[in-house]
Structure formats: structure tokens, C-alpha cells
């Protein structure tokens, strides 16, 4: 595991402190809203419960899975919903949390789907961004961190669904991917 790992970029307690202060600007946000925090899996899972026990507000959490990355590096331009919401979305707050915006493409698919369900408002909350690969445009609303073009990993991010339990995030070797 650890050896895989060329580089950490964000240790954990850098994450915990940065998590702590969106969590602290959510909550100003999000007080009186009764927000409906959606997970986008399985990425965003560590970044998604360390955020919410840190929202001292009423909220209600739900999950999805979409797809446009198999087992490579770079996106397949294409999203597929694998697992819609439970709730219905109709009239309520949504924050979509994301590990990271990378193209763009997933998540203006995914608000765009959003704001024609009829919801009160939708904004997202990624932990990380990669600005340089931006295709799409798109508004990250909250951003825990902005990475350089490198395939980062732990923190939920995996490689081959590997990885996803590292406390940090760090950069992978490249001959892992390669
Ligand atoms: P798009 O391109 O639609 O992609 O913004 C967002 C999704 O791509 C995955 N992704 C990564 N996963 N390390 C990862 O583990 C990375 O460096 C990386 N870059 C993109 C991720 O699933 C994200 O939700
Ligand atoms: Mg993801």
C-alpha cells in the first residue's frame, strides 16, 4: 500500500483541519434548510461522514453512484447512473459532496439532472479539485483543496478500487498505472 505511494499531498491532519472549516461554513449555510446531503459513491464516503458529524444542524443524508471511470486514469466521457437517490429530491436543498472535480463532465451532468427535479436549490462541496483538467463548466461551490494533474489517491480515491483506505491523500507511483 504505502509503498505504491510516491508523494503525500494533503496529510491527515491538514484534511481534518480543512473538513472542520467547511463543515463550520455548511452549517452557517445550511442551518435553517433542512439540507439533503447527497454522497456521491464511493469516492466521497470518508470525506462525507467526517464532513456531516462536524454539521451540528438537522440534516438527512442519501447516496448515489454514477459512472464514468472504469479501472483507468482518465474518464470515459460518458455518465451512467448506477444508483439513484432514495429520497425524492422534489422542493428540498441539496449539496452534492464529491472527492473530486476533474473533467467537470460527472458532476454538471449531475446537477443539471438535479435543478430538473424540481429542488429548491443544488450545490456542490468537492474536496478536491484539479482545475487544469476542467472540459465542463461547472460551480464547485465549496472546494477543500486544488490539486495538480497528478492521479491522487486515499481519502476514499482508489485506483482499481485500492487505496481508498489511506488516511492521507498522496500521489500514486507511476508504474502502478502504467
Ligand atoms: P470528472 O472528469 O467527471 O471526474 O470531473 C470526476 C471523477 O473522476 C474520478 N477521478 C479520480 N479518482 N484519483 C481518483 O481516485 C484521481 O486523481 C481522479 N481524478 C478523477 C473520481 O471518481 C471523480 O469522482
Ligand atoms: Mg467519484
Redesign the pocket.
Known amino acids: 500500500m504505502i509503498e505504491d505511494i510516491k508523494d503525500v499531498l494533503i496529510d491527515e491532519m491538514t484534511l481534518k483541519e480543512r473538513v472542520k472549516d467547511l463543515a463550520k461554513e455548511l452549517s452557517e449555510e445550511y442551518k435553517d434548510k433542512n439540507p439533503l446531503v447527497i454522497c456521491?459513491l464511493k469516492?466521497a464516503v470518508l470525506f462525507m461522514s467526517d464532513l456531516i458529524k462536524n454539521m451540528d444542524i438537522p440534516l438527512e443524508i442519501d447516496f448515489m453512484a454514477v459512472s464514468?471511470?472504469g479501472n483507468e486514469?482518465r474518464?470515459s466521457g460518458e455518465?451512467r447512473i448506477m444508483k439513484d437517490l432514495d429520497k425524492s429530491v422534489d422542493g428540498r436543498h441539496l449539496l452534492i459532496v464529491?472527492?473530486?472535480?476533474?473533467?467537470?463532465?460527472?458532476?454538471s451532468y449531475l446537477v443539471k439532472m438535479f435543478k430538473d427535479r424540481h429542488t429548491k436549490s443544488v450545490k456542490v462541496c468537492s474536496l478536491l479539485d484539479?482545475p487544469e483538467?476542467r472540459t465542463t463548466n461547472v460551480d464547485i461551490h465549496y472546494v477543500g483543496f486544488a490539486v495538480p494533474d497528478?492521479?491522487?489517491?486515499g481519502y476514499g480515491?482508489?485506483?482499481a478500487e485500492k487505496y481508498r483506505n489511506l488516511p492521507f491523500i498522496g500521489v500514486l507511483k507511476e508504474e502502478i498505472y502504467l
Open positions: 456521491v469516492g464514468s471511470y486514469t474518464t455518465v464529491e472527492d473530486i472535480v476533474d473533467s467537470g463532465l460527472t458532476l484539479k483538467r497528478e492521479f491522487v489517491v480515491l482508489d485506483f
